[in-house]
């Protein structure tokens, strides 16, 4: 398991953060980035900006983690491996802060790997969120205010998408249920997955090495012979970011057990557990 140290300021920062506490200024941090050189043995204090950056992460205010001290202010930073070429230890991260009424940034404080992440790169399309609830010094938190990106926010719509489940377009699909006790109704299982429709099949799980599950829910009409399936979106974009949500088509399995929507190189099979698909 991954662990990082305490926060640590630089000459810069802890200066910085000594004129807020005194009420002198106000002051914003800006961004976090991460590199993959390791700082064990570096000081903290003399530095400028972190050595060999690999990549800028999200920076946002943790509205869980609340202090009764109010000279630090807890932060959470934000990595992905999307569209990562190469993957890399985090070996450190940087958190960037700016004064009021000033054009330079600083490398506001540094945070030190114990035990290092990695971060793969995205050639399995598979992706990987790394999140850090960060403490950091900074001597009034009414001073200090934290600069979040239009891109880092979270939209309504994306809000509604985690806690909603909704049908991709007009999606229904007719089901078998004849052979079905009369109280008993179908029951669906759905998994995400790459490269499987209509490629050659040499490993398990439909070809592919690896297949995410999928919170689905389902409308049933009709008594049961049609069902309308339902999905997280931002569970299919985190897991399969190449699937065209409004363009895909579907399959039918042979055997009735399977249904696939197929937006290459992506796949959704939704499984029918006790019936089959018409």
């Not at 590199?35 to 000081?43: E, Y």
């Amino acid at each position: 398991m991954a662990t990082y140290g305490n926060s640590q300021l630089t000459a810069a920062g802890l200066l910085l953060a000594s004129r807020a506490a005194s009420g002198q200024t106000k002051f914003k941090l800006t961004r976090t980035t991460s590199t993959a050189k390791d700082l064990s043995s570096t000081a903290v204090d003399a530095m400028t900006s972190l050595p060999n950056e690999v990549q800028t992460g999200s920076l946002t205010d943790n509205l869980v983690t609340r202090s009764s001290d109010h000279t630090i202010k807890t932060v959470e930073v934000l990595f992905t491996n999307r569209d990562l070429k190469a993957g890399y230890i985090l070996n450190a991260i940087g958190i960037y802060a700016k004064e009021d009424g000033s054009n330079t940034e600083i490398l506001y404080s540094v945070i030190k790997a114990k035990t290092a992440e990695t971060i793969p790169s995205f050639a399995d399309k598979v992706l990987l969120e790394f999140r850090l609830a960060v403490t950091v010094v900074v001597g009034q938190i009414e001073n200090v205010t934290i600069d979040v990106k239009p891109t880092d926010l979270v939209t309504v719509t994306y809000l509604e998408n985690q806690q909603t489940p909704v049908a991709l377009g007009s999606t229904s699909f007719g089901v078998n249920t004849s052979k079905l006790d009369l109280n008993d109704y179908p029951r669906f299982k759905a998994w995400g997955y790459y490269n499987g429709a209509g490629i050659p099949q040499t490993t398990p799980y439909a070809g592919v090495p690896r297949m995410f599950e999928f919170t689905m829910t389902v409308d049933l009409l009709v008594n049961g012979q049609t069902m309308v399936p339902k999905f997280f979106l931002a569970q299919i974009k985190a897991a399969l970011p190449d699937f065209d949500l409004t363009k895909f088509k579907t399959n039918r399995a042979s055997d009735g057990k399977w249904m696939y929507l197929i937006s290459e190189p992506a796949t959704i099979g939704i499984e029918c557990l006790n019936a089959t698909f018409k």
